[in-house]
C-alpha cells in the first residue's frame, strides 16, 4: 500500500504544482458601445462627402499592448500592462470610432477612399495614448492627437491634447478614462470640421459679394 499511496501523493503535488503555475486569462477591451451622439450644428453644415482616413501612430504604439507611464518612478519608461490588451491598435480603434461619430453625427457620407473633387479629407496623427499615473492610487487617461483637414479651399490643422481621470489606478481604470477621452476627442473633431467650413463657406459668401459690389461700383 506504500507504493500506491506514494504515487497519489505524487500525482497529488504535481496537479497542485500546474494549477499554481498557471497563468491568469489575458483580457482585450475596446471602447464599448457608441453613446448617443450629442447635438450640434455639425449635421446642418455637414460636407457631402468626408474622407476619414485611418489614423497614424508611432510604431512603437501602433499594435495592441496597452501602455501606461509612472511618472512619480521614471517618466520617459512607458509600459505595457502583462494581462490587459485591446482588441486592436489603439489608432485603429480611434479611426473607428471617428468614423462612427461622424456618421451618426452628420447627415453627408463618410467614406474610407474618395476620388470625387468636392470631397473633404481628414487625416490624423496619434501622439499619446496611454493610462498615466501621477501617484501609485491615482491616475489618468492622456490621448494627444493632430489633425489636418482639406478640401474645397480648406486646409486647416489642429492638435486635440485631452486627459481624464481614471475611477481606479488599474488596467480596467485607464479603459475607461481612455474611453472618455476618445468618445470627447471624436466629437470634438466633428465639430471642428463643422466650424471650418462654415468659415470657409463665410469666407467665399464675402469674396463674393465684394466681388459683385467692385463689379457694381465699376459700372
Known sequence: M???A????LFACAGCSLMASKEPTKADFDFGPLAAARASDASQSAPAIIVVYDITAPAWMDHSPMYYRLVYQNAANPMPYAQSQWVMSPAALLT???RSTFAASVSGEVRTVSDDPGSYALRAELFEFEQVFDRPDRSRGV???RATLEGK???TQRTFAIDKPAPSADAAGGVSALTQCSDELAALIVEWVAASQASAREAVHTDT???R???TSNQ
Do not use: F, Q
Not at 506514494?6 to 501523493?9: E, F, S
Open 2 to 4: 506504500r507504493p500506491l
Open 6 to 9: 506514494a504515487v497519489i501523493l
Open 96 to 98: 473607428e470610432r471617428l
Open 143 to 145: 490621448l494627444r492627437l
Open 153 to 155: 479651399g480648406i486646409w
Open 209 to 211: 459679394a465684394s466681388g
Open 213 to 215: 459690389l467692385r463689379a
